[in-house]
C-alpha cells in the first residue's frame, strides 16, 4: 500500500488523502481486503479511521481509496498518516504499511 498526502496545507483547509493498493501478485485478490487510512497530530487530534473494502483486484492491477478530511484550524502541526491494508490471502505482508506527513501552517 502506498499513502499520498499534501507535504504542506494551511490550517483549516480541506484535502485529500488517498491510499493506492497494488495487487503485485502472482495471482488475483482471492479474498476482500481491508484499507485503513489514519491521522494523528504531534497535539493528539485523530483523523479517522477511514476504511474502504477492495473486493477484486486482479493482479498487476492497483486501486486507489480516497478521504477527505480538513486540517486542524488552532495551531501549526503535523499530521503523521498511517495507510495499512489487510487480507487473510495476503502472500506478501511486508508491504502491507505506509507512512507519510503533512505539515499544517497557520
Known amino acids: 500500500v502506498s499513502i499520498s498526502v499534501p ?3 494551511p490550517a483549516g ?3 485529500v488523502v ?3 493498493v497494488t495487487n503485485l ?3 488475483d485478490l482471492a479474498e476482500e481486503a481491508l484499507v ?4 494523528i497530530t504531534n497535539r493528539g487530534t485523530e483523523f479517522g479511521p477511514y476504511e474502504d473494502v477492495v473486493v477484486s483486484l486482479p493482479a498487476g492491477s492497483a486501486i486507489a481509496s480516497s478521504f477527505n ?9 503535523k499530521i503523521n498518516w498511517t495507510a495499512t491494508v489487510s487480507s487473510a490471502s ?5 508491504n502491507d504499511e505506509s507512512t507519510a506527513k503533512t505539515k499544517v501552517t497557520k
Do not use: E
Open 36 to 39: 485503513t487510512v489514519r491521522g
Open 7 to 9: 507535504a504542506t496545507l
Open 90 to 94: 495476503d502472500t506478501n505482508p511486508a
Open 18 to 20: 488517498a491510499a493506492t
Open 25 to 27: 501478485g502472482p495471482g
Open 69 to 77: 478530511f480538513t486540517a486542524p484550524t488552532d495551531k501549526s502541526t
Open 13 to 15: 483547509t480541506p484535502s
